[in-house]
């Protein structure tokens, strides 16, 4: 079985191989196809492929090429982690957004949109070729803004395309850990938009475990999100939040926080990778990852008063399980509930049939199916409804080019707050962003 990897000179690539190395069931990926723009990073992460591989008996052959049709033809699984406009386009946009002193976070607020605004045509531009090159090959999707794109994905490539992403898998394995259950045996209702969801229940043994935890101001200090959102917050919630939706309900202390870093989280990732890249290898791989992961939301935690991250949060092992997982359970029709970005159909009332959701779905050799949930309470429909707004208006920006469709995605945003920024936050992005100077105003 083949797998392409877009985006294959990127840092996270090894851990994908990692978990492919770990495979050897039946119907196991057996070459691994590279694709990036750029050669270099190609060879260097291919480098760190090949250290990895070293004694590993069977372990799947990498190529590597910056020919898209080349790398799509023959695939079975498609992963796609494109970063269009690279660290340096990240930075940009959180260092715009904070000098009109809104949040530029990398998939929330300003800086997702101004990301929005320059990945999804091309993401779209590589669903068509999916589309004619491997029309039977699955996309799973990692490329963030996630949901956004995955969603732009899907009006080419319908349910074919299913977005993943390991922050649910995260708050699950800590919630779980704290009620003393397997995080493979408990059911978590989990339900909202990548990015903006809540864990409402922890179903183990057919019992939810959830409001013991509530109840327990102690256990909900000792947690990453407990210490982020506060034991209180938590309770008034019946929920614990995606670690993400720290930055809608403590925005101003977000914002303040990523003033007061001196850089922004992009700036000090492009800076870190470079120095990766100038001499890869295995070992520095490892080094720079652990460096990542320590760091990972610590402007948020230092807004909180959070601490430092818990060793045990240290270690990876979320989007790239969920993505084995997910192509186990379609090659092999290995029936496997995960949460998924997937086309909503009728799982959430308050949102159309083709809007992208995170949710939990069944998983088969057919696709990914959403599962049934409750309604959301009202305000998390408000906030819900609100970014798919935005999502909407972003994918309409892109189609037609609309200077207008784009300033709403911004104006409508809850965490801007002014028609007037938004106009200042669209002229600048595009300044900034050849691929956005179209949006520019007269």
């Given amino acids: 079985m083949k797998l392409t990897i877009l985006g294959g000179g990127g840092f996270r690539v090894p851990l994908v191989y990692r978990a492919l190395l770990g495979d050897h069931g039946p119907g196991r990926v057996t070459r691994v196809t590279l694709y990036d723009v750029d050669a270099g990073r190609l060879a260097a992460i291919g480098g760190v492929l090949a250290e990895q591989a070293a004694g590993a008996p069977d372990a799947p052959v990498v190529s590597a090429t910056t020919d898209l049709d080349e790398a799509l033809r023959g695939a079975d699984f498609v992963f796609s982690a494109i970063r269009v406009g690279g660290l340096a386009g990240r930075a940009a946009d959180e260092r715009v957004a904070l000098a009109e002193g809104v949040l530029g976070q990398e998939t929330v607020g300003a800086g997702g949109i101004a990301y929005g605004l320059r990945t999804v045509p091309v993401a779209t531009a590589i669903a068509r070729r999916v589309a004619a090159v491997a029309p039977d090959a699955w996309v799973i999707n990692f490329t963030n803004p996630a949901g956004l794109v995955t969603e732009a994905m899907a009006r080419v490539l ?40 809540w864990l409402r229940g922890v179903r183990v043994g057919g019992r939810d475990e959830l409001p013991r935890l509530l109840a327990d101001a102690e256990a909900l200090g000792s947690f990453e999100e407990g210490r982020l959102f506060g034991a209180e917050w938590l309770r008034s919630l019946g929920a ?32 870190q990778q470079a120095g990766f890249y ?45 993505a084995l997982a997910l192509m186990r359970a379609i090659a092999r029709d290995e029936r496997a509930t995960l949460i998924l970005n997937v086309r909503n159909r009728t799982t959430l009332s308050v949102l159309d049939a083709d809007a992208v959701v995170e949710v939990p779905c069944l998983v088969d050799a057919n696709g990914a199916h959403p599962v049934a949930v409750s309604p959301l309470p009202y305000h998390a429909v408000g906030l819900v409804t609100a970014v798919k707004a935005v999502e909407r208006e972003v994918m309409a920006a892109a189609e037609s080019g609309s200077r207008e469709a784009a300033v709403k995605a911004f104006a409508l945003h809850p965490l801007v707050d002014s028609v007037a920024v938004a106009r200042r936050l669209l002229d600048a992005y595009a300044a900034e962003h050849a691929g956005l100077a179209y949006l520019a105003g007269s």
């Fill in 278 to 322: 100038a001499s890869p290898s295995l070992g520095a791989w490892h080094a720079t990852l652990a460096e990542r992961e320590a760091t990972y939301m610590a402007a948020n935690r230092a807004a909180a008063g959070a601490g430092e991250r818990a060793a045990e949060d240290l270690e990876p092992g979320g989007y790239e399980q969920v």
């Fill in 240 to 271: 614990i939040p995606n670690e993400y939706l720290h930055y809608y309900y403590f925005n101003r202390e977000a914002v303040g926080a990523y003033r007061d870093a001196g850089r922004t989280r992009g700036a000090y990732l492009s800076e």
């Fill in 158 to 197: 319908g349910d074919r395309v299913i977005g993943i992403c390991d922050s649910p898998v995260g708050l699950g394995r800590r919630v779980a850990r704290l009620l003393g259950a397997d995080p493979a045996e408990a059911w978590f209702d989990y339900v909202g938009l990548n990015h903006l969801g």
